[in-house]
């Protein structure tokens, strides 16, 4: 009866290791992902550190990391610029003064000829009107050459010629015409007539 009792438990214990070998199997597969999610970190960063040597090596020396983003004003800012954009180029000019303006000249005094040796003196005042403050200004600053061109104009008349209404309306146009041309590149003064305030001949 001892004999066969313990073949008995001779044959049961070859089967004990087959049920052992089945639970092992649950560890394996649990060690594998994380090997490949290790070799995937791993991979990952490989992938980071290649681009960002890459980027470091080609990137342009003191540009932005953000200069390929296209830089937009806001819509007020943009707002802002053409409304002030819009007042500058369309500032009108200086609109003619409703008052009259008057500049005065001292007075001239020539020598004019008559034909021949005699000769007599002119003794004129001549006052300005202009248009805008900026002209007398112009005539202000120009004032040597004003009275220049005045003198010279003065000293060619005939005597004769410029007591006649006539030749004082072409005294009168040709003073306008020289005073109002440039005295400078950007420097013209806007005469509107020319006035005699004295006008003697002797």
Do not use: C
């Not at 009168?172 to 109002?180: E, G, I, K, P, Q």
């Amino acid at each position: 009866m001892a004999t066969s009792s313990s073949n008995a438990r001779r044959r049961q214990t070859p089967d004990q290791p087959a049920s052992a070998d089945t639970s092992p199997q649950r560890p394996r597969k649990s060690s594998k992902l994380k090997r490949f999610l290790r070799l995937l970190l791993l991979v990952l960063i490989v992938i980071a550190a290649s681009v960002g040597a890459t980027l470091y090596y080609t990137w342009p020396a003191g540009a932005s990391l953000f200069s390929f983003v296209p830089n937009t004003p806001a819509p007020a800012v943009e707002a802002e610029v053409r409304t002030t954009e819009t007042i500058l180029v369309e500032s009108p000019p200086e609109p003619i003064s409703t008052k009259p303006i008057f500049v005065r000249l001292d007075p001239f005094t020539v020598t004019v000829s008559e034909g021949g040796a005699r000769t007599r003196i002119l003794h004129v005042a001549i006052t300005l009107r202009v248009a805008n403050n900026a002209s007398t200004q112009i005539i202000e600053e120009y004032m040597p050459m004003v009275r220049d061109r005045v003198l010279k104009i003065l000293s060619e008349q005939h005597p004769q010629f410029i007591q006649t209404p006539e030749g004082r309306e072409q005294l009168v146009a040709t003073l306008n015409h020289s005073l109002s041309q440039p005295f400078d590149a950007k420097s013209t003064a806007d005469i509107t007539h020319v006035l005699f305030t004295a006008f003697v001949i002797q």
